[in-house]
């Protein structure tokens, strides 16, 4: 019997080389190498400006505190997605507004999402599920709709004139749709480079931004360094210069800066990046096939239009339910294979119970959570462990 993990880190001796080498340096904290990794990710998503931290939910949570949300404002989210999406909400004191998916689909009803946004909606937040860039014509449109609704009370929300849509693309970087890449589309964008994302820096994060009209990128760089380094206003790297020791604590910020440790497994992952996200896209092509003749829907990663990074591979059991579901998870384990669910809508978790929220006014997230199973999807997976997987998931479904 094998042993195959859902989503173990690929790393090889690139990754450790590049942490040797910022080992050696002397320089593991927030440095040169971070600063390297943020200019690669700008030029990989045809932005000017990224800011990297240690999480991609930091680069949410901070980017709603730069744009001024906070209590009495509204943060649309979809009800299908990781707590992360609407945690970000409460920190800052601002209220979460779920929308249900559409019908037979993993995205929000955006019909939904239009009649969701009131005088007090100030951001929405799509999520790329899976790493397929979700319709943000449809979300665009959607805030066109109601942008008479807009209350700015700040001069960056006024710059927009309108809702903001910050992406969670957590799963979605290297994903592209009508030309564009991920990360170039939504007002904001945010990755995740979590151990189990396509490109990881163990923990780590980055953030990209479209130029706003009259606010000035630096200026929006320049909140990143103080709201993620304490309020202090030179990080350490400025610091290093002689004779230039003294700072000032303009705020007292937070601590979510990324490392130069962290960047060095980055900058070794974007080298291999193009190669891994084939290697996606081959696993995804055989699985595809495989599964034509069952009794299942599958997400579709690639189409005339758009390609996704390919993070997850999502298969529901069409016809079945939470416990026919469950049962194929344990069989699946039982014989070497880690597979999962994504995901378990918010309205389902205590934290969001407990705010007030139930899965009956979520019926379409229900039934795509039901039935669904999350096969192994890495660059770690041989073609023979591959067809294990098909092999054995095909005999236990078809029982």
């Known amino acids: 019997m094998k042993n195959i993990s859902f989503s173990p880190p690929d790393m090889t001796e690139a990754e450790i080389a590049e942490v040797c080498e910022a080992l050696r340096s002397g320089w593991i904290t927030t440095g040169p190498r971070t600063k390297e990794f943020e200019h690669l990710i700008a030029m990989c998503c045809n932005t000017s400006k990224v800011v990297c931290l240690n999480s991609a939910t930091a680069c949410m949570e901070l980017i709603l505190r730069v744009l001024g949300v906070g209590p009495g404002d509204e943060v649309i989210v979809p009800a299908y997605t990781y707590t992360a999406t609407a945690s970000v909400v409460c920190h800052v004191g601002a209220k979460v507004v779920m929308v249900d998916t559409a019908s037979g689909s993993f995205e929000m009803d955006y019909v939904k999402l239009a009649t969701s946004i009131t005088e007090r909606t100030k951001v929405i937040i799509p999520v790329d599920l899976g790493g397929i860039i979700c319709d943000y014509d449809k979300v665009f449109a959607a805030v066109e709709s109601q942008k008479h609704l807009f209350r700015p009370s700040n001069d960056i929300q006024k710059a927009f004139g309108r809702v903001i849509v910050l992406a969670d693309a957590a799963h979605a970087f290297g994903a592209k749709r ?8 939504a007002d904001f964008t945010s990755f995740s480079f979590h151990a189990v994302k396509n490109l990881t820096t163990a923990e780590g994060g980055a ?8 606010i000035d990128d630096e200026w929006i760089y320049k909140q990143f ?18 004779g230039s020791w003294e700072y000032d604590i303009v705020a007292p910020n937070f601590k979510c800066n990324m490392t130069d440790i962290m960047a060095a497994i980055g900058l070794a992952q974007l080298k291999r990046y193009p190669e891994m996200l084939y290697r996606r896209r081959q696993i995804i092509n055989r699985y595809n096939e495989a599964l034509k003749g069952c009794n299942v829907q599958v997400l579709d990663h690639y189409g005339d239009d758009y390609s996704s990074s390919g993070h997850l591979y999502l298969v529901r059991l069409l016809g079945k339910d939470c416990d026919s579901r469950n049962k194929v998870i344990v069989e699946m384990a039982e014989r070497g294979i880690a597979c999962n669910v994504h995901y378990k809508p918010l309205p389902m978790m205590t934290a969001y119970k407990n705010l007030g929220f139930d899965i009956k006014d979520y019926p379409n997230a229900y039934k795509q959570y039901c039935n669904e199973v999350t096969l192994p999807l890495h660059t770690c997976l041989s073609d023979e462990e591959v067809e294990y997987v098909i092999s054995n998931f095909v005999e236990i479904i078809s029982k």
């Open 225 to 242: 360094q103080l709201l993620s380094l304490h309020g202090q206003n030179k990080d350490a790297l400025a610091k290093t210069k002689l």
């Open 207 to 214: 953030l990209t931004w479209k130029h706003i009209p009259g």
């Open 178 to 185: 009508h030309g564009k890449i991920c990360g170039e589309i």
